[in-house]
């Protein structure tokens, strides 16, 4: 039944796409087509406007389908061409949003929006993918249905592909050009397995490239010569992020920078952004970062551009800073952090809304929850801190307060249900946002950012000035 369900719906076509966009829609236009390739040895066709695609190894009784259809007027916004994707599917069967919509962009530049949720048409319920794309005027639906978890699980890798190269991949840009004077880079670090070194008029460039079916990445990592501390690791780190990420990038972040100090002393101030985009060429790598790394009276500047990811990345760039060396550095113990800086009232908090229900269906209760803490960090070495849960059943508040202060890469406050320890993180000024500190999620438990995506959930917890 389900397999004559879909015959039937393949054959008979989608219907048209309502018009969006407004009076711009009204416009005649002719439909691009939407450059999404099926897989080696996929079986495709075209029905009345849409493409068909099905996995040739599909089993039988099995249902696996990927239906693309190009909008016939010029796309308006992604949110329109996202509803158009939903009202279509709507035409076909209920269909339920499992977790909300997802934003993202292909290598080739098309941005898309997707979904993924139960369809149930009459009696038989299918898995469907709803997703909008869009690139300039133009914009399409994608569909893809599915008998099962399992079967949709067995192409997902296929799929992915199929669309982060929607468009083809676009060429990465060339390092920037750095505003710093040229020298002889004399960072002594070993460079990681799979990884190719070359040295270059005033810079090392050491990178990792993949170009398999189901993995492609490329990584480089741009080292530059040591330079004399002065002032701040913070504030030269801000001015390698001018010169390197504003001065090339499109780029919405303003850093703190993050910081790290290593076991042997060393210091690594880091930031990044995920969002960034190449001036020259469009480009969006999956995060641009700067690192500082610094010891004693010197500081070693460093680029990171970054295409795709495997856990090889992080674990391969978290030993290269760990285990770079500056030559004749001195000893002295870099200050990371002053009192004067982390003094204020901080506060942050979450909520997230959501209900239980039924197997039917059926409202069965409140999931809600929010929580929220603040911390008054006072010019006269006093603290109050202030944690907040509320559920529909729970009202909870705890407080302590007592004396603070700051230790290397730590708050350590002691009061009369004793003494808690945070791992302080980064500390700075948005011009927009206004100041932030970053603290450990938990008290007395060593936090660790990653060095590839520091502003990754679930690592740190973000405290904005009251």
């Known amino acids: 039944m389900v397999f004559l369900m879909v015959a039937a719906l393949m054959l008979s076509g989608f219907p048209a796409l309502p018009a969006i966009g407004g009076p711009v829609a009204a416009t005649v236009f002719a439909a691009t087509e939407i450059p999404l390739k099926a897989p080696a040895g996929w079986k495709s066709k ?4 849409a493409t068909i695609m099905t996995p040739s190894d599909l089993e039988e009784g099995k249902v696996y389908t990927v239906l ?9 916004p992604l949110e329109e061409v996202y509803t158009a994707a939903k009202k279509l599917v709507g035409d076909v069967g209920k269909y339920t949003e499992a977790t909300p919509a997802q934003k993202s962009q292909s290598d080739g530049g098309w941005d898309y929006k997707v979904s993924i949720g139960p369809l149930e048409v009459g009696d038989k319920a299918l898995l469907a993918q709803v997703m909008a794309v869009k690139k300039g005027d133009a914009g399409g639906v994608v569909i893809v249905l599915s008998d099962s978890v399992e079967t949709l699980q067995k192409y997902s890798d296929l799929f992915t592909d ?4 929607l468009g083809g991949a676009r060429k990465a840009p060339p390092p920037p050009e750095m505003a710093r004077p040229a020298g002889v880079v004399d960072l002594q670090y070993s460079v990681p397995k799979g990884w190719t070194e070359t040295k270059k008029s005033g810079v090392n460039v050491v990178e990792a490239s993949n170009e398999g079916f189901y993995s492609k990445y490329r990584w480089t990592l741009v080292v530059m010569p040591s330079q004399a501390l002065t002032g701040t690791v ?8 001018k010169d390197l990420i504003t001065a090339n990038y499109e780029s919405e972040v303003v850093p703190l920078p993050l910081m790290a100090r290593m076991s042997d002393g060393y210091v690594c101030a880091f930031d990044g952004d ?3 985009t190449h001036k020259a060429s469009g480009a969006r790598p999956m995060r641009v970062m700067v690192y500082v790394i610094a010891h004693g009276n010197r500081f070693v500047p460093m680029l990171a551009i970054l295409y795709g990811y495997e856990k090889q990345l992080e674990e391969d760039v978290d030993r290269f800073i760990k285990t770079a060396r500056i030559p004749n ?3 002295a113990v870099i200050p990371l952090f002053s009192t004067k800086e982390v003094t204020g009232e901080w506060s942050e908090g979450s909520a997230s809304i959501a209900s239980y229900v039924t197997s039917s269906g059926s409202y069965a209760g409140d999931a809600s929850i929010y929580t929220g803490g603040s911390f008054s960090l006072r010019s006269d070495g006093t603290y109050k801190h202030v944690l907040i849960a509320i559920t529909s059943r729970i009202r909870l508040k705890e407080t302590d307060d007592g004396k603070w202060r700051v230790e290397g890469d730590e708050i350590v406050m002691s009061g009369p249900k004793g003494t808690n320890r945070y791992s302080l993180l980064g500390c700075g000024n948005d011009p927009k946002a206004g100041r932030f500190l970053v603290l450990g999620p938990y008290s007395n438990l060593k936090a660790k950012l990653s060095f590839t995506n520091p502003r990754g959930q679930f690592q740190a917890t973000w405290y904005k000035i009251k």
Not at 46 to 49: C, L, N, R
Request: hydrophobic letters at 30%; charged letters at 25%.
């Open 46 to 49: 075209v029905d009345q406007g």
């Open 68 to 76: 693309v259809t190009p909008l016939q007027v010029k796309a308006g």
């Open 162 to 165: 199929m669309i982060r190269t």
């Open 234 to 241: 913070r504030d030269n780190f801000k001015e390698y992020w």
């Open 274 to 276: 995920g969002s960034a």
């Open 329 to 331: 550095s001195s000893n």
